[in-house]
């Protein structure tokens, strides 16, 4: 497939790619501790962090490549990264 400029993929491929099994480290977010400020969802690269009905913020783990950047940015240190196990 010829790709175009500034497209990886033709749209409507990319949630078929189930990318999640890439990841070395996962992160493991933690509601009690969340201030729900959304910072996480924000820089996620992948927009896999999703909001519950409580405000808070989980990853879809199906497409989350672990790049720790919501862990990084979380100014409540509520989300940890931890290593994947297979």
């Known amino acids: ?3 175009t400029i500034g497209c990886a993929a033709r ?3 990319a949630r078929r790619n189930l990318t999640g099994s ?3 480290f996962r992160p493991v977010f933690r ?3 969340c201030t729900k ?3 996480c969802a ?3 690269p992948e927009g896999c962090v999703i909001e519950t009905e ?3 913020f989980i990853p879809d783990y199906d497409y989350c490549k672990g790049c720790g950047l919501c862990a990084e940015e979380c100014p409540a240190k509520a989300i940890e ?3 994947e196990e297979k």
């Open 54 to 56: 409580e405000g808070t």
């Open 31 to 33: 509601p009690e501790e």
């Open 22 to 24: 890439w990841r070395v």
């Open 11 to 13: 749209p409507g491929k």
């Open 81 to 83: 990264m931890v290593q």
């Open 42 to 44: 924000t820089v996620c």
């Open 1 to 3: 497939m010829p790709l």
């Open 37 to 39: 400020c959304g910072l």
